[in-house]
Nanobody, 125 residues
Framework: QVQLAESGGGLVQAGGSLRLSCAAS????????MGWYRQAPGKQRELVAA???????NYLDSVKGRFTISRDNAKNTVYLQMNSLKPEDTADYYC??????WGVGGSNYYDMDYWGKGTLVTVSS
């Protein structure tokens, strides 16, 4: 079983910065694509940024040039550096990691998406 631990949310003034982290832990797995989603009150969850296992990133248009996604494969951790934050960035942010895992002895391969519990980012005007 794999667990995701998020950190880094909080309250910041408009124009400020925050850095989110999400670390995957467990046994016998590799992390494939990793990403961050967000959900504001009354809105649908949307993909903010994603990064492949080879480091290719893509972003929601509204965060391009302000947010940067990165990953440390040795630590199975994905980061989201958020600069020039705006009030409309206020939301719960969730990390999502696609995992390939296997059982003892290399059997029973599986592929599954895992979600973090979410971390709240609040940007005041």
């Amino acid at each position: 079983q794999v667990q995701l631990a998020e950190s880094g949310g909080g309250l910041v003034q408009a124009g400020g910065s925050l850095r989110l982290s999400c670390a995957a832990s467990g046994e016998r797995f590799v992390a494939n694509d990793m990403g961050w989603y967000r959900q504001a009150p009354g809105k649908q969850r949307e993909l903010v940024a994603a990064i492949t296992d080879r480091g290719v990133a893509n972003y929601l248009d509204s965060v391009k040039g302000r947010f940067t996604i990165s990953r440390d494969n040795a630590k199975n951790t994905v980061y989201l550096q958020m600069n020039s934050l705006k009030p409309e960035d206020t939301a719960d942010y969730y990390c999502n990691v696609n995992i390939t895992g296997w059982g003892v002895g290399g059997s029973n391969y599986y592929d599954m998406d895992y979600w973090g519990k979410g971390t709240l980012v609040t940007v005041s005007s």
